[in-house]
Structures are given as C-alpha cells and as structure tokens.
C-alpha cells in the first residue's frame, strides 16, 4: 500500500465459473472499485524491442506499488509461443524491465530464474534475487537493482565476501529471501557459508542506479593499458632497431 | 630509463584513472555495503544473541525505511525448542536498539508478549509495528503491535476488538484474516496495512480500511473479475 493507501495484490480470478485466472488487483482503501493491472491471457504489454507479448501467468508472484501508483510484479509471459518469466512495469500502461535470458548485471550470466518478491521504490528503483547462468565457482544467485531501462546492476552475488555485525568476513552462500527496499538503499539477508546468516544494507548514496554505467571505467582502463603497450612496443622497437 | 619511462606511463594512466574515479560521479562505487545485524550477534535484553533471523513458520519479512532503518525479528538464545523471539531495529555502524522481546510486559490489561515476530514494518519515524500473540491471565490473543523502541511496545489491535465500520468484532483476529484470504493476499495485505503509518490512531483507521478492503474484494465476486479464493 502506498501513502495514498492504494493498495497492490495478487488473486486468483474465476470468470463465470469457467477457468481460474492469476491477476494483478489495486483497490483503494478509502472506497472505490477494484481494478485489475493484468490478468493472465487478457493483458499484453510492450516488450523491450517494441514488440507484444501476451502475459500467462502471475502465480504467486508479490507485487508491489510505489507512491506515484507504479507498480512492478514478476510473470510468466509468452513471448514467440515461448514462457519467459519477466519482470514489469505498470504505469498507465503494462511494460516490460527485463526477462530471464537477460544480462545479469555484471556476473557475465545470464538470468535464469527469478525470486518472486518484487520491490519498488518512489525513484523507479526495482531490487530483486534472480538465479543466473553460474559462474565459473558455481555461483548462480545474486541481488540485482534496475530501473525502467532493464539495465541491470548486481548488488551482491554468491560467493562474495561481506564483513558483518562481529566483524567478520563472511562468503555468501545464498539469498534467503529477506528483501526490502527504500530509497536509500536495499536491505537483504544472506546465509553464510559454514554457516550463520546476516543482515546487510546497500547505500545508494548520491547516486540513481540507472547511473551507474560501470562499463564507463572500461575505455579509461583499456586506454592505461594501451599506452603502457605503446610506450613498451616503442621500447622494444627502439631497442631492435639499435641492435640492427 | 626506459624501465622508468614505462613505469612513469603507469603510474599516469593509473592516476587518470584514479582522477577519474574520484572526479565523475558516474565511476563512484554504486554501493555501500554494510552489516546490519548478524547470528551470534549480542541483541536481547541481557545479552542474548541471534540464532536464527525470522521465526520460520511464518516466512518473516524486513523493511527498511528512508533513512536506512532496518526492521527485522530474529530468535535468540538459549538455544531451545521455542527460543525467545524479538523485533529489532538495526542500521548500518549501530548497535541494534530492541522494539520488542518475548517476555516484555505490557501492562496488567494487555499481558505479556508471548510469540514476537513474523511481519514487520518501519516508518520514518523509526516506529516499527509488528503481528505477535500476547498472553493474558492463560488466554492468548494475536494482535498487531507498535513500537519505537523507548518504551514497552503498545497493542494496536487484538482479536475481540471492535472492527470499525465493518461492524463485527475480530475474532482471533489474525485467524480471522487468514480464513478469508489466500495466504499470498494476507501477506500483501499484511504488509500494505503495516507500511507508513505513523501513529496508533491511524493504524486503527487503517484496520478498518481493510476490513472494508476485505469486503470490497467480496463485492467484487459480482464485476468482471470475481475472486474464487480470497
């Protein structure tokens, strides 16, 4: 529910005693009728390529909704005869974030399978757990962050060292499916490898995630790396050419 | 010399990188992250620690407010069949402040807290409200509770309480919910009605704001999408 106590959930819908349908419902609390988001095989929304695709299902998925009544939910969607589960984004409109085949952040993987918990703060932010294609330890868990764009960016993922409350470096062995997030940051539990498990918060800062293009560092580092090859292949030119 | 010349090429590329990370805010580190409470970790009242974060049966949540204000439930030591349940506040660098702990006395008309914690959620006032079941001359009641932390958490809502314009009692309240609503939906509803409030009163406005809620759910078996399961 948000500060206009608009308030988000899922269902399951019998039209005319006919099939059950999952669906996504709003009501407000103050008095109105209640509105349907989606409702599997009735919505179709806009794909990232601008295409269609139709939504097949919203079983038990959590949605949630933000102060400006955006919502954002995880489905199973049927894109070219195929089920991909996907995450969007209502807002006047049923769009699509991402889906799972996706880049995962940057783990290099691809998303697999999603956590069901959908979270939305009033910037836009989306933080959820997905699987991934594993990583080359076997890591295939992970906390991501996104926005409207479906640029994804990862959090925290399996395998990554954390320093908890007794200030010790834990591994992560998993996600254990404590989520919340604000606009100040993402609060999520992790199990530790070994054993035990933990509370962490992950400060935005200053900073939007959307802008946050990591691979910007990428061009700066390769041009360091360029000019030291540079300087060493004029030194080893210069070197063969004063032994000739 | 060229062996300097090549180290001097380093260096400068290491400080434009360097410059550049300090000077574009697109290369800053996107997260800081931080521990907030961890098992073995000293939060009860005379220093019991966390053994487990949640309560299990009930897949317990966290929230976290504007300020970065973690609100979570964890049970604690001594290590038992039922170990002792709290809500807790926690930030980042601070030492956890403790909302509610089983045990805590609430007065002679209220009883004493007796299962704390399963959903929880905090506002930006740092208030935390929770679901819990306090226990009253041998009888138990479930009931939602609310907190900041400075004094014995007060009960906002409890089963037998009169339920607004709806115009019955709740009868075991949470039971109640639960009967009429998929376990997903009471989540969600769980949670809706928990977010932003900042104050008892309005938290009693807001019970009443589901149950009407709950009927209009019910009215809603007569549009074009009726509800089956709720």
Known sequence: ?244 | MSKLKTLHAFLASIALLGVSLSASPSLATPFTIAPVATTGQAVGPDGQTIIYFGDDASGSKIDVNDLGQVAYTASTTPVGEVPPTGVFRGMAGQAPDIIAYQGDNLGPADGVLFVVGSQVSINNAGETAFTASISTGGTFKDGLFLGDGNAAPAVTAFDGQPAGPVGDSFNSFCRQVSLIMERQLLLDFLKAMLREFSLTAVLGRRLMLLCRAIRLGFLANSSSYPFGWI
């Open chain 1, 1 to 244: 529910m948000n500060d206009s106590e608009q308030i988000v959930f899922n269902a399951i819908t019998e039209i005319s005693n006919g099939p059950l349908d999952s669906g996504i419902f709003t009501v407000d609390a103050n008095g109105g009728p209640v509105e349907a988001v989606a409702v599997e095989g009735q919505n179709s929304f806009v794909t990232q390529e601008g295409g269609q695709a139709t939504l097949e299902s919203v079983l038990n998925s959590a949605p949630a909704i933000n102060n400006n009544d955006q919502i954002t939910f995880f489905a199973e969607a049927i894109f070219n005869e195929d089920p991909i589960e996907t995450l969007l984004f209502y807002d006047d409109g049923l769009s699509e974030v991402l889906r799972a085949g996706d880049l995962a952040g940057d783990t290099g993987g691809m998303f697999t399978e999603f956590f069901n918990l959908a979270t939305l703060n009033d910037n836009g932010d989306m933080a959820f757990l997905a699987s991934t294609t594993a990583d080359a330890m076997g890591n295939d868990g992970g906390l991501f962050l996104t926005d409207l764009s479906g640029v994804s960016h990862t959090i925290a993922f399996e395998g990554d060292q954390l320093l908890d409350s007794l200030g010790v470096w834990q591994t992560i062995d998993s996600f254990n499916g404590l989520l919340a997030l604000s606009i100040a940051g993402v609060a999520f539990g992790v199990d530790y490898v070994g054993g035990g498990s933990g509370i962490f918060f992950a400060d935005f800062g200053d900073l939007p995630p959307s802008e946050v293009p990591v691979p910007a560092a990428l061009p700066l580092m390769l041009l360091g790396l360029g000019a030291l090859r540079f300087v060493s292949r004029r030194k080893t030119t210069s070197q063969q050419k004063g032994s000739a």
